[in-house]
């Protein structure tokens, strides 16, 4: 059982907190914006890097340099916006993606150019579980991804519910059209739904990163995942991008568990395998089966979002 | 000496910007004609390679792979490549043309992005990361120019019958309903044409041919592994090439996969008189172009290099 926790569960906890971030983003831009927005993990990339950056040039920890990539990410999503999306707002939704794509190969090249393609982790050397904690093995690492996460939802949950601008997003969220009447500023909601897409983002990034190490595709290689959740949780619910962010990154983990017989969660032996139930080489094919079978059997998500 | 280096030069550029062609051409009928939104273009390619690949090779050559080498002759190969395409986009079509095209962007990456995976993780059937060598080339018995000219010339038959296929297809009746599919869906549908049934068909046959032409690449490189369809050679190039030539436009389609292809191949020539780590540089620099080209073309000209043109209506008006 307990290495059950230490090799499946944590593991598959912190993958869900990073998607969920991510997937929170994709929902919103999708509802407000009306596009499928396939930049979303390269401006993880970008803020991924951003912090990397920082970290290298002023030898600050990533968790200091976060504030950084999220402003950068943020300032850099307004722009892209401005530049690339604003234009074809009139235009059919499905040109906007096409730009996205333009949008993502630009970031992931630019972000290429600048520092190379060389994977590098933002602290050098192996850290040691927490001792205190024993006998799970949980590395400090993992305690900073989880409460960032939880930070930054807890932050997204006051904005939303209690701020007239929250307020103004949900409410374009379910309906463009009446919340246009009753005088809500479109531009000012489509600009704020990039800030909070883009400070979820570059978080989700740079928690990754500290997870694993920075790569040019680092977020590209997440954009199922994530487009996953947030079809799972719903398009358009941010509570729902995170159950399916969650969900996501724990069924990715656990597919990979070898002998499902030795958890005695239910005291029977649930299947008998003592190979991966699925090879690890296939773990983001699992989210992407999980998708397919949400858009066949309930394509409005789990808590009922907007099937366009 | 140096004038048979460009005449080879000439043919590598022509046969791979028809085989491009070829996909531009498919990807014509799936986004200019119908407006579906197919960015898995390097699945269907990866699933054309392979299938040609297993079946053609000869046993001995395959190298590493133990499935396959059946030794077929090419153009059985090409057939079953095309087909097994057409399968794989049947199975993905029925579950995807009746949402809106923003799901089926999401599910043809992902597509895309699983027939990478089993590439890579077969390597029973695909070799693994090192691929399928040994694939036979059509004419590579014969002498250095006249193999190469002979396949480009086999190349530029094959675009001109697909050319001449999708074009017929179009000023068909076929062709007005898919064209009005794209237009305004409901009143297709008000009309009593089954929308979903035309999609299908039109996702279908347009995959196909990026098929065709995963087979052809294959044929034509004598090597394939996984690296060979990533996205963004194998789907955003082809996006690139459309949309700069005039998307709807069967001619736009051939003439941006040659001049796409012309320009990507023209700044190697300069790479290679750089210093190596500037080539490297220059690698991500035409990635960001190509990304560039997307937005830009899209924002300042939509309609691309040769715009598309209704077709005349035998004995009427001309349309719109």
Redesign the interface.
């Known amino acids: 059982m307990i290495e059950f926790i230490n090799n499946y569960l944590v593991p598959g906890l912190i993958l869900g907190s990073i998607y969920a971030l991510g997937a929170i983003g994709v929902s919103m831009i999708y509802s407000i914006l009306r596009f499928a927005h396939f930049a979303h993990g390269d401006l993880m990339t970008f803020g991924a890097y951003l912090a990397y950056a920082v970290v290298v040039a002023a030898d600050w920890p990533p968790l200091v340099a976060l504030p950084f990539a999220i402003a950068g990410t943020a300032a850099a999503a307004l722009v892209i916006d401005n530049l690339a999306y604003r234009p074809f707002r009139k235009s059919r939704p499905i040109v906007v993606v096409i730009a996205s794509f333009g949008v993502a190969l630009m970031l992931r090249a630019a972000i290429m150019l600048i520092w190379g393609v060389q994977p590098a982790p933002y602290v050098e050397g192996i850290e040691p579980p927490l001792e205190s904690l024993e006998p799970f093995r949980i590395h400090e690492k993992h305690i900073i991804i989880v409460g960032t996460a939880l930070v930054l939802v807890i932050a997204l949950h006051l904005l939303l519910t209690r701020t007239k601008m929250g307020k103004a997003m949900r409410a374009m969220s379910d309906d463009a059209d009446l919340a246009r009447v009753t005088g809500i500023g479109t531009e000012r909601v489509i600009a704020w739904t990039w800030i909070v897409g883009a400070v979820l983002a570059a978080a989700a990034g740079v928690l990754m990163a500290i997870d694993t190490q920075i790569k040019p595709t680092l977020g590209w290689d997440q954009l199922l995942p994530l487009f996953a959740a947030a079809i799972l949780g719903g398009l358009g619910r941010p509570y729902g991008a995170i159950l399916g962010g969650l969900v996501i990154g724990m069924v990715e983990e656990l597919s990979s568990y070898p002998a499902w017989d030795t958890v005695q969660i239910f005291g029977a032996k649930l299947l008998e395998l003592d190979k991966p139930i699925i090879s690890p080489g296939y773990k983001t094919g699992l989210a992407f089966a999980i998708m397919i079978i949400m858009l066949i059997w309930r394509p409005q998500g789990l808590l009922r979002g907007r099937v366009l | 000496m140096e004038l048979g280096g460009l005449l080879l030069y000439f043919t590598a550029l022509v046969t791979m910007g028809g085989i491009y062609a070829v996909m531009a051409l498919g990807l014509n009928l799936c986004w200019g004609m119908t ?1 579906l ?1 197919n ?1 898995g273009i390097a699945g269907f390619f990866a699933v054309g390679a392979y299938t040609s690949a297993l079946l053609t090779t000869p046993p001995a050559l395959t190298g590493g792979v133990d499935v396959g080498g059946l030794g077929w002759p090419m153009p059985a190969g090409w057939l079953a490549a095309t087909v097994i395409a057409a399968a794989v986009a049947w199975a993905v079509g029925r ?2 043309l009746r ?5 089926l ?3 043809t ?3 895309a ?2 027939i990478r ?1 089993v590439a ?2 077969e390597e029973t059937f695909t070799g693994g990361a090192y691929g399928i060598k040994g694939i036979p080339r059509p004419f590579e018995t014969m002498d250095r120019p006249w193999g190469e000219i002979a396949m480009m010339l086999l190349i530029g038959l094959i675009v001109f019958a697909v050319y001449l296929f999708l074009q017929r297809a179009r000023n068909s009746p076929w062709g007005r309903v898919m064209r009005a599919i794209r237009d305004n869906e409901t009143a297709a549908a008000a009309m009593g044409k089954d929308v979903e049934a035309f999609r299908l068909q039109a996702f279908i046959i347009g995959s196909a041919f990026m098929g065709l032409g995963g087979a052809l690449t294959a044929h034509y490189l004598k090597v394939f592994h996984p690296e060979a369809s990533e996205p ?1 050679y194998a789907t ?1 190039l082809v ?1 690139v090439m459309l ?1 700069v030539g005039g998307s709807g436009n069967n001619r736009g389609a051939i003439l941006g996969a040659v001049l796409v292809w012309l320009l990507w191949t023209a700044s190697e020539l300069i790479t290679g008189a750089l210093p190596p780590e500037w080539g490297v ?1 220059i690698a ?2 035409k ?2 172009l ?6 830009v073309v ?2 300042w000209f ?1 309609a691309g290099l040769l715009p598309e043109r209704p077709p005349k209506l035998a004995g009427g008006p001309t349309a719109k």
């Open positions: 407006g939104f960015v579950i995807c949402l809106r095209s923003d799901y962007a999401i599910a990456i992902g597509i992005e699983i995976l890579l993780n963004l955003f996006w949309i540089k991500y620099l990635m960001f190509v990304g560039l080209l997307l937005v899209l924002q939509p």
